[in-house]
């Protein structure tokens, strides 16, 4: 089950190609590319996403967590689901800088893709979840997303006899609670699953699974673009949180999205939130200065179908992300020292 592809995306390669095209300094040796062994040594092998121990996958389950993911009835006024912010033909996100939010509200950041969610260990923007089993019961009761509240969404689903009957097949008896509903959701996201890029057939020893010109913008990505510094490991991602200064301004000039910041902030105990004029990342969770503006690298295998780019979704195609680093990122205080 955890095996399924759902989507037909193009691949981590497109992007590799957009760095073949970058004018890089003179200096910058052109012509390195890796050969198949070497990335993989480098990269690895994505692996099937492990389920946790007491939420095995069964096709029921996951069949009924599809169901729950795209059921209005789980919002507080019956007009969204998880899928009008995670939209499964676009690649589980929304082609907006900023995601959609609940009925006159805004949101502050950009709706992640859910595709290979499985692998995340510290979920959102500034890892502030760890369980992807739990997250849907925060989605759930959050004001920006589905506002509603988990007994309140239990109790419609159990008088519906057909989601009777099918938490009783994916769970063994019909007791329907917020756990079972965030197991199932969970179970669903787990196979949303992408790992058959040209990249991942190159380093199975594919050679021709990359045309020349790839092969060199493979070769920028891991040596002199650096970008492996942090895109590492079989989910192209450190899974770290680092300040790569994305640029920021329409976010800091909308008072309504600054507002939403600082509310967000509050809600977290957040010292300082009724002065915040940027947005805190990573800070929100640790509470540590030196976390502010950080937020998690992403996972780059399906990146070619998830634009705009980065938690503000500042950036609406590669060429401006690469652009970005190419210039050495932005320039706030806290910019990783990855990045120069
Ligand atoms: C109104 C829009 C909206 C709705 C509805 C919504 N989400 Fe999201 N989702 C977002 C945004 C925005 C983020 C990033 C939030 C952040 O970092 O603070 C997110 C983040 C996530 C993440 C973390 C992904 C990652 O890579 O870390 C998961 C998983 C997720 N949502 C699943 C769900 C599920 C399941 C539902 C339904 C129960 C749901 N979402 C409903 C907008 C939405
Ligand atoms: C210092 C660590 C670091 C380095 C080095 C780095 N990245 Fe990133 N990358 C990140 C982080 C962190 C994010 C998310 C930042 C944000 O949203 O503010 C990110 C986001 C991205 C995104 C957008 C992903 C999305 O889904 O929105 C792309 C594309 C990307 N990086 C490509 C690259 C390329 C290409 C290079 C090399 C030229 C590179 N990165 C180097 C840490 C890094």
């Known amino acids: 089950m955890n095996r399924i592809t759902r989507t037909t995306i193009m691949g981590f390669m497109l992007l590799i190609l957009k760095l073949a095209l970058v004018p890089v300094p003179l200096s910058w040796a052109k ?27 069964t096709t029921a389950k996951v069949a009924l967590g599809e169901r729950l993911f795209k059921d209005p009835r789980l919002s507080g006024d019956g007009t969204m689901s998880c ?16 995601s959609p939010a609940f009925t006159s509200q805004v949101e502050r950041r950009n709706a992640p893709s859910l595709i290979n969610v499985g692998y995340v260990e510290l979920l959102l923007w500034d890892g502030r979840v760890e369980a992807l089993d739990e997250q849907p019961v925060g989605s759930l009761s959050n004001v920006l997303h589905l506002n509603s509240h988990p007994d309140l969404a239990v109790e419609q689903i159990k008088a519906d006899s057909d989601y009777v009957a099918a938490f009783a097949a994916a769970f063994g008896d019909d007791a329907i609670t917020p756990i079972r509903l965030g197991q199932a959701i969970g179970a669903f996201e787990r196979t949303l699953i992408y790992r058959d890029s040209p990249f991942d057939r190159y380093m199975a020893g594919n050679t021709d699974a990359l045309t020349d010109f790839e092969r060199r913008g493979l070769g920028i990505f891991m040596r002199d673009g650096r970008c492996i510094a942090c895109h590492n490991g079989p989910h192209i991602s450190d899974g770290q949180f680092h300040k790569i200064g994305v640029p920021d301004g329409h976010i800091t000039g909308d008072p309504r999205v600054m507002e939403v910041i600082r509310f967000d902030a509050k809600r977290r105990n957040y010292e300082g939130w009724a002065d915040l004029t ?42 401006e992300v690469v652009a970005h680093y190419n210039k050495g990122g932005g320039d706030h205080p806290n910019q990783s020292g990855l990045i120069n």
């Open 278 to 319: 940027e947005n805190p990342g990573r800070a929100l969770v640790t509470h540590d200065p030196d976390a502010i503006g950080r937020f998690r690298t992403q996972d780059l295998h399906n990146i070619p179908d998830t634009a705009p780019y980065m938690h503000n979704g500042v950036f609406a195609t590669l060429e």
């Open 31 to 57: 012509d390195f590319i890796p050969p198949p062994m070497i990335v993989r040594s480098v990269f690895g092998k994505l692996k099937p996403v492990m389920a946790p121990a007491d939420n095995p996958m």
């Open 83 to 98: 899928e009008t912010c995670h939209r499964e033909n676009n690649a589980f996100t929304v082609a907006a800088p900023l």
